[in-house]
């Protein structure tokens, strides 16, 4: 029966995921992606453009990455 299925063996340590709250059963990357430095609106902190935004996006979601911390100050 396929509901029962194992998941695939993980391909990089972002896809081990970890139980961030075991009421609401939510599994996040050990390693969260700070976004604070994405973008150019805070030029103060640090700041990427679009491409290269794009570019740590893309790169981190492939590597199983799902916990990315958009919080403002």
């Known amino acids: 029966m396929d509901l029962f299925k194992l998941p695939p063996p993980a391909r990089t340590g972002l896809e081990r995921y970890r139980l961030l709250s075991p009421r609401a059963g939510v599994h996040v990357s050990p390693i969260a992606l700070g976004g604070m430095s994405i973008g150019s609106k805070w030029t103060h902190m640090g700041h990427m453009d679009r491409e290269s935004s794009f ?15 958009t919080a403002n100050l």
């Open 55 to 69: 570019k740590l996006l893309d790169a981190y979601f492939e590597n199983g990455g799902n916990f990315i911390d």
